[in-house]
């Protein structure tokens, strides 16, 4: 059975950083695609950011793009999220994801495995 546990959300002023983590159990996900999304109440799951297996392919959303940085260590089954320069409209619960048919989309629908989500709010 596959677990995915985020760490690392919180309270941090604008323009300021975190850094999540998201620790797989279970089995193995070196050759699954990672991927982040974020949710606020009322609205449905954002696309983030997505590594490939290997780790050498990232996409990431308009709204982060320059700001965050989507990395991983296979050898620690792990997925990270380097948050800098964070605005209020960061604000949400980030979610890790892993893709076991290696797609790496942005459709939050196509990932198979999901952890339980981790606060970052960001105040003005």
């Known amino acids: 059975q596959v677990q995915l546990v985020e760490s690392g959300g919180g309270l941090v002023q604008a323009g300021g950083s975190l850094r999540l983590s998201c620790a797989a159990s279970?089995?193995?996900?070196?050759?699954?695609?990672r991927a982040w999304f974020r949710q606020v109440p009322g609205k449905e799951r954002q696309f983030v950011a997505v590594i490939s297996g290997s780790g050498d392919i990232t996409n990431y959303a308009d709204t982060v793009k320059g700001r965050f940085i989507i990395s991983r260590d296979n050898a620690k089954n792990t997925v990270y999220l380097q948050m800098n320069s964070l605005k209020p409209e960061d604000t949400a619960v980030y979610y890790c994801?892993?893709?076991?048919?290696?797609?790496?989309?942005?459709?939050?629908?196509?990932?198979?495995?999901w952890g339980q989500g981790t606060q970052v709010t960001v105040s003005s």
């Open positions: 994801a892993a893709d076991r048919w290696g797609r790496a989309e942005s459709s939050a629908a196509t990932y198979n495995y």
């Open positions: 279970g089995r193995s996900l070196n050759y699954y695609p």
